[in-house]
């Protein structure tokens, strides 16, 4: 969509832009950068009714994760096998091409920023990608607590230890590291167009968000969800609703400060390039 400038020396036009030095030595990086503005600029132009259908596949997908995580979880009493199981959920989101509110800080801004989108179209994915992986969430939550109550104990488990986090600095920097896994994650699958190669990522990094319990806002939501509606959890609905707002928070600084901010360093002479044609 978008061609490689190829002037690295200056000329006598005062406008034209030089690149950094050594930055055309890595030709990859800018065709990585072009691929995410214009996969970022089709997410933000996104009809609604597809919006809507993907936003709801995600929390589906990711959910199938949840439950196979619970089952084992349950069954072994191995946290960290339940947590191998769990990657099953990133897999889907992989195949299925349905997304997850936290992996739409990478690209989509990417495009933002290369002024192929608009913080208005940008907010808007946000707010529905997130309502709805909570709703197809809240709806599976629903389904695994009532198909198979076994998985009820380690449910309220496991959603307790995220409501008792709270808001302290412990818990911000959870979620920060849980938006800076979730966004490379992005970054590591837009690196090559191999999908094999791909599934590498989705299974190493959702292991490790879910193997450290980091705070990831849509994740555990559904877990708490699940230990909500199983009856007896030791938290209510609005300990849910904060973990969730600080949860969020601490996602976005992780995902744009820590990732996506300094990817664009890498590249400032091509984001100068785009902006001003």
Request: charge should be negative; glycine fraction near 10%.
């Amino acid at each position: 969509m978008f061609g490689v400038g190829s002037m690295s020396e200056p000329s006598g036009d005062s406008d034209q832009i030089v690149a950094p030095p050594g930055a055309r030595e890595e030709p990859e990086l800018e065709e990585a950068f072009d691929r995410l503005v214009s996969e970022g600029q089709e997410r933000l132009s996104r009809p609604l009714l597809p919006l809507v259908s993907t936003g709801l596949l995600g929390g589906v997908d990711v959910s199938l994760g949840i439950l196979i995580y619970l089952v084992v979880e349950t069954e072994t009493g191995q946290p960290l096998l339940a947590s191998l199981a769990f990657t099953v959920g990133f897999i889907a989101l992989l195949m299925a091409r349905s997304e997850l509110f936290t992996e739409n800080f990478l690209v989509p801004v990417m495009a933002v920023v290369a002024k192929e989108g608009t913080v208005r179209e940008l907010v808007r994915l946000w707010l529905l990608t997130l309502l709805l992986n909570l709703v197809a969430g809240f709806g599976m939550a629903w389904m695994m607590v009532v198909a198979l109550p076994d998985i009820q104990p380690a449910a309220v488990e496991s959603g307790a230890h995220y409501a008792e986090l709270g808001v302290s600095l412990r818990s911000f920097l959870l979620a920060v590291l849980a938006g800076t896994v979730i966004t490379l994650l992005t970054r590591m699958q837009h690196a090559t167009d191999d999908l094999g190669v791909r599934v590498v990522p989705a299974v190493a990094m959702s292991f490790v968000l879910v193997g450290a319990q980091l705070f990831h806002s849509v994740l555990d939501s559904i877990l708490m969800f699940a230990g909500l509606l199983s009856g007896g959890a030791p938290y209510g609905y609005t300990d849910w609703l904060g973990a969730l707002g600080w949860s969020v928070f601490g996602n976005l600084v992780g995902g744009l400060g820590l990732v996506t901010a300094l990817r664009l360093l890498r590249v400032p002479h091509r984001v100068q390039e785009i902006r001003s044609q």
